[in-house]
């Protein structure tokens, strides 16, 4: 995995900059982004001129085999073991991930360090080089976007009134799978009637009623890589509410894909949905952000929110997801995944954008 | 939700003990435990005669019909407006989950509040009192395993040699959802020939081949609550070498449930399946821990490990599965979901033990 290998250098060049000399990784996403590990129990340690990995004897012999860094296998707790390595070198200010860590870890953490040794926050260091996706990982998000489609068209046909949000949802993951993804990337939305109006709502066993709409929120993780699409459907022909509301939804989904080039600030884009909504005064029913970053993780920075600055740069993959939810109507949900492209962006999501008549 | 208000009144009356105003719970099984809520983005707050559960506009609609505590739609990070109510009432020592919550979490938190305010971490004491499950509780996990085993039943009888680990990985879900489960309680592991000697293996596209053992280990998350199961099988008749591993985890497995009762230590009960183990001169083979709590999550505690002295108590719900993995040959495990009565352990798990021939 010479990209690996890339990654860790990058971050290596950087431990000056952030005054320390060692960066401990704890989070599954960063653990697996620095060392191809996708298990639950890793941890990774970054020095100047060398990389070590930490893992429990469950996983001993698949990382011996597959670890391109020195593989520990410690019998307790990785971050004791990753301590005492850094005690052994001398690595005295040692960066660590300030938004996964515990308060425990790292209290535990300090006691455990002699005097003269230091834990410095570095926030989110490793998921800013993250935003910047490589050539090889577009690719992998690329193929989990396509077969996310293509559960989602094997699974619509299948769709009629009467059918269960539950019975869907299991439907659209038994496709992801049979195409070749892990799992979801995200617990599966399938919402019917009012229930769209809840923008995270959990399938339930209602079934699809004449003259309702259909939400169907879902992403596949396939390589790793998760992707993250919606669409909308109707079982009938939808009165001039549900279509005003689509229609708004639509453009406001066209007016921000529009804005997304690279130099533009995140918060910009949103703004660009959110005016089209103002337009259709349905901004109010507009609740959440416009999108965010996606990766090893569904939801990665930068988010696409109203104070949210990060410039968008070539590379960065994103969604782009305005809504509108009435209580008692239902809502509206239009979503794609894209890539910030050299001069503005690629669509990945290849599904249709109709509202789709069941 | 009359139990969830049952549990809420429990914690009060420690908050003296603990010496804290208000207890901060933030992680999300506790979120869940405590309100019901089973969304990603929720808070509460339990004060002596009040509690506060705070979410974001995305959930407010569904927690303002559902929710019994006093709820608060935030539009920012919730632990700022959880702070901002504490800093009103005056709730002075504010008790929160060092385990769970992020340093920079914290670290934030720690900054907002006035002078005379103070964080006390509290550990696991939510999870502790979790670790005794109510007869409504115990019934959703009866559940839940019920449909794991049916699933497994419905899936292996299609499973035959060329069939590839991730097919059955995904018929297993699938089944699952189709008999009323949210989704997997974790990720099914599916492991074929020597890769069954990876405890955590990710289901690849490997094909079953005649004469070779085949792993599976998985569970359900129905109603929120988990269940989880290891069976063996072999494609033909399983040489000796096999069927004395899978002779000796079975024996092994037996003492262990053997021992459960209330009032034992958790490592007795682990150290009988590993004397076991020791007799047939495979516990260096065993290299994982004998079992672990499981409910709203999939670990909890408590743990079934060398070292783990908690007290078995009846309602607690644990998992016993030891396993023995030997490089290049395979690995064999076995595990039920159980529950500790009032006299010794009711096994909750009802597929059979035997090692199945495909």
Known sequence: MNEIHERRKALAARLDELKIDVLLASSPANVRYLSDYAGSNGLVLIARMEAHFFTDPRYGLEASQTITAHVHVAKGPLIAAAAALAKRKRWKKIGFESEALTYSAYAKLKEDLPLGFSLVPIGRVIEEQRMIKSAEEIEKIRRSVEANSEAFSRTLRRVKPGTREKEIAAELEFQMRALGAEKPSFDTIVAVGDRSALPHSIPSGRRLAENELLLIDMGASLEGYSSDMTRMAYAGTPPRRI????????????AALDAVRPGIAANKVDAAARNVL?????????????????GLEIHEPPRLGKKEKTRLQPGMAITIEPGVYIAGLGGVRIEDTVVVTATGCEILTPTSKELIAL
Chains 1, 2 share one sequence.
Request: glycine fraction near 6%; proline fraction near 0%; charged fraction near 35%.
């Open 243 to 254: 279509r005003e509301m689509y229609r708004a939804v639509h453009e406001a989904q066209i």
């Open 278 to 294: 103002k337009k259709h005064k349905l901004e109010r029913e507009f609740i959440h952000s416009t999108g965010h970053g996606l």
